[in-house]
């Protein structure tokens, strides 16, 4: 959100039913969550209440931040269908649905911008914190790379307010190791339960 330059005028939806990392870092940015209710089918967010929102708001909505909880991953084709309409970007939090699958397509990689945590008791978890963002976007990939490493592009070249984001070195090799496992084996392990 930071890369996507969110500041203290912007109002930003999601739901209230998620961890309260996903609406806790729009307050830290300034910016202000609204929250929409889930589909109580799904326990994501109900898109009919979004696109009833949207027809009625004066806010000033920038974004949504649409949670994939349980695994599950969020209606994605409703939320774009009312989110065009609007010009709202809208961010995947992944941290609980690796692995799954939406329309063919992997979650973490249905958004521009979509995140996930390697805290253990994730799907995908190193041995402490982690966490990776995915984006098809070159443009915002720089941006956050610049801000995950207080802004640094060179050796003390700050070309950006950031902050110390960085994966350390420990859990990278951790995650390295795990990778090829969690395809080829923890996935179905855990369809089955074990
Ligand atoms: C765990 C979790 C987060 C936060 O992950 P951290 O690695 O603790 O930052 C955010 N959103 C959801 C839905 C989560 O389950």
Redesign the pocket.
């Known amino acids: 959100m930071i890369a996507l330059g969110v500041g203290k005028e912007d109002y930003i939806i999601t739901t209230p039913f998620?961890?309260i990392?996903?609406a806790g870092v729009i307050s830290f940015l300034g910016s202000k969550p609204l929250f929409i209710d889930i589909d109580e089918r799904t326990f994501n967010i109900d898109t009919r209440k979004l696109e009833k929102f949207l027809e009625k708001t004066d806010e000033k909505v920038k974004g949504i931040i649409a949670?994939d909880?349980f695994g599950q991953t969020a209606n994605y084709d409703e939320i774009h269908r009312i989110t065009e309409k609007y010009r709202l970007f809208v961010l995947e939090?992944g941290?609980?649905p690796l692995g799954a699958e939406y329309r063919g397509k992997g979650a973490c990689s249905l958004e521009d911008i979509s995140t996930t945590?390697?805290?253990p008791p994730?799907p995908l978890c190193c041995f402490g914190?982690g966490?990776m963002v995915f984006t098809n976007n070159d443009k915002i990939a720089e941006k956050i790379k610049l801000i995950r490493n207080h802004g640094q592009s060179e050796r003390y070249k700050h070309e950006v307010i950031g902050l110390n984001l960085r994966l350390d070195n420990l859990q990278a090799a951790v995650l390295l190791g795990k990778f090829g496992a969690f395809v080829n084996q923890e996935i179905d392990n855990r369809i089955r339960g074990c």
């Open positions: 998620t961890f990392a996903t949670v909880l939090d941290a609980q945590s390697f805290f994730k914190d966490g």
